[in-house]
């Protein structure tokens, strides 16, 4: 499976990005994506989640700020970003994973939040 996001760039405070990520590959029918982000300097963490069945899954305190779709016709999977703050500045990566051992990451994009 490879995985590609774009949509990320350079938003001043309080702007919208739609960050994509398209699959390809062997995709299986039962599989869950995620979106995480990594800050400079720190560690990888957990945005948001979403199944092939569409159960959706945040980080509580981004609730309400970013909303995760994907289209399975497409094998593509989003994160809407709102009202985006300094603090989101981040490489975003998504990841696949299915009934397989891999856990499968794009290259990452990053967003960058300043004025």
């Known amino acids: 499976v490879q995985l590609v996001e774009s949509g990320g760039g350079l938003v001043q405070p309080g702007g919208s990005l739609r960050l994509s990520c398209a699959a390809s590959?062997?995709?299986?029918?039962?599989?869950?994506m995620e979106w995480y982000r990594q800050p400079p300097g720190r560690q990888r963490k957990l945005v948001a989640g979403?199944?092939?069945?569409?159960?959706?899954n945040y980080e509580d305190s981004l609730k309400g700020r970013f909303t995760i779709s994907r289209d399975n016709a497409k094998n593509t999977m989003y994160l809407q970003m709102n009202s985006l703050k300094p603090e989101d500045t981040a490489v975003y990566y998504c990841s696949y994973s299915d009934s397989g051992p891999a856990i499968y990451w794009g290259q990452g994009t990053q967003v960058t939040v300043s004025s």
């Open positions: 590959g062997r995709i299986s029918s039962t599989y869950v």
């Open positions: 979403i199944t092939s069945g569409g159960r959706t």
